[in-house]
């Protein structure tokens, strides 16, 4: 287990087990939650701003087919 303090200067944190950190590195996880906060349904034109929950959701889909894809979950 791995304490993190949070800081103002951190744009996110996040969670995952050993299963995702054997094949991912932190800079494979960086890519996927970049490239899900560049797709165009992530951001609410009425609010003009980013909609968090489905870049998580988005996020979090990508990692998980990552991962699978290497073989780290069944």
Same mark, same amino acid.
């Given at each position: 287990?791995?304490?993190?303090?949070?800081? #103002?200067?951190? *744009?996110?944190l996040?969670?995952g087990? =050993?299963s995702?950190?054997?094949?991912?590195?932190?800079? @494979?996880?960086l890519?996927?939650v970049r490239?899900?906060?560049?797709?165009? #349904?992530?951001? *609410?034109?009425d609010?003009?701003?980013? =909609?968090?929950?489905?870049?998580c959701g988005?996020?979090v @889909?990508?990692?998980i087919?990552?991962?699978q894809?290497?073989?780290?979950i069944?």
């Amino acid at each position: 287990m791995t304490t993190v303090k949070i800081t #103002d200067e951190m *744009d996110f944190l996040f969670i995952g087990n =050993n299963s995702i950190f054997q094949t991912m590195t932190h800079n @494979d996880i960086l890519q996927c939650v970049r490239i899900a906060l560049n797709e165009e #349904d992530c951001f *609410d034109e009425d609010k003009m701003e980013i =909609n968090n929950h489905k870049v998580c959701g988005k996020a979090v @889909d990508l990692i998980i087919k990552t991962a699978q894809a290497r073989n780290a979950i069944g």
